[in-house]
C-alpha cells in the first residue's frame, strides 16, 4: 500500500492521499501569521515593526510566535478542539508549533502549558492546552512539566478589554516548584492580549526562570492606534 488510508482532512474532510503529517489538505491553507511584532508574535501592519503594546510596555515572557492568523479555518481549528471535545486535533496543531519551535533556535529544557482553573478543567473534562504541549512535548522530545496553578476563577475573560484582561491576569497563577535558571517554553492555543501568558510568564520568572518563551497555534492581529 502506497498511500495512508482513511485519513481525512481536518478541516474540510476531504480524503488526503498523499502522506501528510499536518491533515490539512492544500485547499484549506490557514491564515500564515507573516508579519508579526518580533516580541509577541501579534501580526502586524505594513508600517509597524513593534506592536503599541510591545514598545510602550514590557513583556514578562521574552519571545511568542504563533504559525497562524487567529481567524476562519484556524479559528475552527481552535474551537473544536476547546469546545467541540475535538482532541485528536491537539496532535495536529502540535505538528504546526514544532516546525515553529525548530524555526526560531530557542533553547528549551521543558515543556509547560497555561492551565485552567480545576472548575472550568472539571467542566470541560480536559485543558486544551495541556494535550497540545505534550504532543509536542513528544515531536520535539522535551520534557512536559505541570508547572502552574491557576488560582483565579475568570469568568466571561474573553469578554474583557485589553486593559481588564491584564488586570484580571494579574496574580491568576502559582508556580508549583522551584525553576532555578530552567528556559521554559508556554504553550496555549491562542495569544490574544498576551495578559495571560505574560501573567504565567511573570510566576515562572519569580520561581527562577531565566527565560519563558511562548508558542500558540494562533494569535491576533494587532491594529495600530490612530493619534
Ligand atoms: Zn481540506
Ligand atoms: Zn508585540
Known amino acids: 500500500m502506497l498511500y495512508p488510508q482513511n485519513i481525512k482532512c481536518a478541516v474540510c474532510g476531504k480524503d488526503l492521499f498523499e502522506e501528510n503529517r499536518y491533515r490539512i489538505c492544500s485547499g484549506c491553507s490557514l491564515t500564515a501569521n507573516i508579519r508579526f511584532c518580533p516580541k509577541c508574535g501579534r501580526a502586524v501592519g505594513e508600517s509597524t515593526v513593534y506592536c503599541d503594546d510591545c514598545m510602550n510596555h514590557g513583556r514578562d515572557f521574552k519571545e511568542a510566535r504563533a504559525p497562524f492568523v487567529y481567524e476562519g479555518k484556524a479559528q475552527k481549528l481552535v474551537y473544536r478542539l476547546k469546545y467541540g471535545g475535538q482532541k485528536y486535533i491537539a496532535k495536529i496543531m502540535a505538528q504546526y508549533l514544532a516546525d515553529e519551535y525548530y524555526k526560531n533556535d530557542w533553547y528549551i529544557d521543558f515543556i509547560t502549558f497555561v492551565p485552567m482553573h480545576i472548575k472550568r478543567e472539571k467542566s470541560r473534562g480536559y485543558n486544551q492546552a495541556q494535550l497540545i504541549a505534550s504532543e509536542l512535548s513528544q515531536i520535539v522530545n522535551k520534557p512536559l512539566v ?82
Open 146 to 227: 505541570d508547572s502552574l496553578k491557576r488560582i483565579k476563577y475568570s469568568n466571561n475573560f474573553a469578554r474583557l478589554s485589553r486593559e481588564e484582561r491584564f488586570k484580571e491576569a494579574e496574580d491568576s497563577f502559582r508556580a508549583n516548584d522551584k525553576y532555578k535558571k530552567k528556559s521554559i517554553l508556554l504553550i496555549d492555543d491562542v495569544f490574544t492580549t498576551g495578559a495571560t501568558t505574560g501573567s504565567c510568564a511573570k510566576e515562572l520568572i519569580k520561581s527562577g526562570a531565566s527565560d519563558v518563551y511562548v508558542l500558540t497555534f494562533c494569535t491576533g492581529v494587532c491594529k495600530p492606534k490612530l493619534y
